[in-house]
């Protein structure tokens, strides 16, 4: 069995938050391990996955939380939640949630907030921010090609003359 992306990655990897933040995670896990407060996934053993229908969800407390916001790379290790070893899907616990949340609540996402209006014919318009026209240094309309790439994410690029 490969467990090895499983695995914590090396101090060496975790770029952007400080060894106090990581101390800071430790402690907080250390106490919840110590204390009554244990994650309430703790017990859970080869339970059915919702994604692939194996029954191989458990309880795993190295798992690891990772994101780029505002081109930072935050890396989060051994957080407690449950894993499939089928699969690979994982949720995390509600402590660990809150780990995260922690990390990124005042990062910001890099974007530019648009408002979504209505403009007849069953379409709707995009109003792009000054802040996006100067940055990017549009003065003129034009086209635009839109790739969707979920539910939540596009890519827009422009065809101006
Ligand atoms: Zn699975």
Redesign the pocket.
């Known amino acids: 069995m490969n467990t090895k992306k499983e695995d914590a990655p090396p101090m060496s990897d975790i770029s952007t938050i400080t060894p106090e933040m990581v101390e800071e995670t430790k402690i907080e896990i250390a106490k919840r391990r110590a204390g009554r407060h244990g994650s309430p996934l703790k017990d859970i053993v080869d339970v059915t996955?919702p994604?692939?229908?194996?029954p191989?969800?458990s309880f795993a407390d190295n798992l690891v939380f990772e994101v780029v916001l505002a081109g930072e790379r935050i890396v989060i290790p051994n957080l407690t939640g449950i894993r499939?070893s089928?699969?690979?899907?994982f949720a995390f616990d509600a402590g660990s949630s809150k780990i995260i949340d922690r990390y990124t609540r005042n990062k910001p996402s890099g974007g530019y907030e648009c408002s979504i209006s209505t403009v007849g014919a069953g379409r709707l318009g995009m109003y792009i921010p000054k802040d996006v026209l100067r940055v990017m240094e549009i003065t003129k309309k034009g086209k635009a090609i839109v790739t969707p790439l979920s539910k939540q994410k596009m890519i827009v690029e422009l065809c101006l003359e």
């Open positions: 996955c994604v692939c229908g194996s191989t969800v499939c089928n699969c690979g899907d």
